[in-house]
């Protein structure tokens, strides 16, 4: 089970954190990572870390800006998003992938949490 937060309306040039925790099973966790579904859009990939070595992969739209980062300890990702842009605003899901597949890919994670709500006016 995965539990997101830290979502808000913040102005352009913000910052947010997002998190979420994974309960459960996580010891063969392979990935964690965030995706978002701006309105009209289709849900596009923004970050994700490998739970073992914590090596990151970005977006090249947040690259710079975003940071995933872990808290084994507390089986928790976080996201740093600084610079917020208006065309940021979207719901933000995090997902946990076990299996094959690509890391970038929605189709390749197992699990999913709700949504949180980021919206960033100009």
């Known amino acids: 089970q995965l539990q997101a937060s830290g979502g808000g309306l913040v102005q352009a040039g913000a910052s947010l954190r997002l998190s979420c925790t994974a309960s459960?099973?996580?010891?063969?966790?392979?990935?964690m990572g965030w995706f978002r579904r701006a309105p009209g859009k289709d849900r596009e990939f923004v970050a994700t870390?490998?739970?073992?070595?914590?090596?990151?992969e970005y977006a090249d739209s947040v690259k710079g800006r975003f940071r995933i980062s872990i808290d084994n300890a507390r089986n928790t990702v976080f996201l740093q998003m600084d610079s917020l842009k208006p065309e940021d605003t979207a719901v933000y899901y995090c997902?946990?992938?076990?299996?094959?597949?690509?890391?970038?890919?929605?189709?390749?994670?197992?699990?999913w949490g709700q949504g949180t709500q980021v919206t960033v006016s100009s």
């Open positions: 459960g099973r996580t010891t063969t966790m392979q990935h």
């Open positions: 997902a946990a992938k076990y299996w094959g597949g690509s890391t970038h890919s929605a189709a390749s994670y197992n699990y």
């Open positions: 870390i490998n739970w073992s070595s914590n090596y990151p």
